[in-house]
């Protein structure tokens, strides 16, 4: 059973950091191509960040990018993003994506990450 469980979201004040985990399972992770997305309230989700199998190539978003880091642990079945510099336009719902060949996709149900004061 295919399961992508993220993990680490939460409260953060504008100018903080969280690092969020996206734990995989039921499939080749080492051979997948991962990316975050996340989604807004009342917007369209969209590409955050994306690593391929062996981390050689990595792309963000502008809107992101000197901020937010993508990493994984192919050991461990894990990607991180890790989140710095946040704003309150950062604010949203998370989600984890596994691509495995041309066709096959994974989600996970995704993390909240609100930035407030």
């Known amino acids: 059973q295919v399961q992508l469980v993220e993990s680490g979201g939460g409260l953060v004040q504008p100018g903080g950091s969280l690092r969020l985990s996206c734990a995989a399972s039921?499939?080749?992770?080492?051979?997948?191509?991962m990316t975050w997305y996340r989604q807004a309230p009342g917007k369209e989700r969209e590409r955050v960040a994306g690593?391929?199998?062996?981390?050689?190539?990595?792309t963000y978003a502008d809107s992101v990018k000197g901020r937010f880091t993508i990493s994984r642990d192919n050991a461990k079945n894990t990607v991180y993003l890790q989140m710095n510099s946040l704003k309150p336009e950062d604010t949203a719902v998370y989600y984890c994506?596994?691509?495995?060949?041309?066709?096959?996709?994974?989600w996970g149900k995704g993390t909240l990450v609100t930035v407030s004061s």
């Open positions: 994506n596994a691509a495995v060949g041309s066709t096959v996709n994974y």
């Open positions: 039921g499939f080749t992770f080492s051979m997948s191509y």
């Open positions: 690593i391929s199998s062996a981390s050689s190539y990595k």
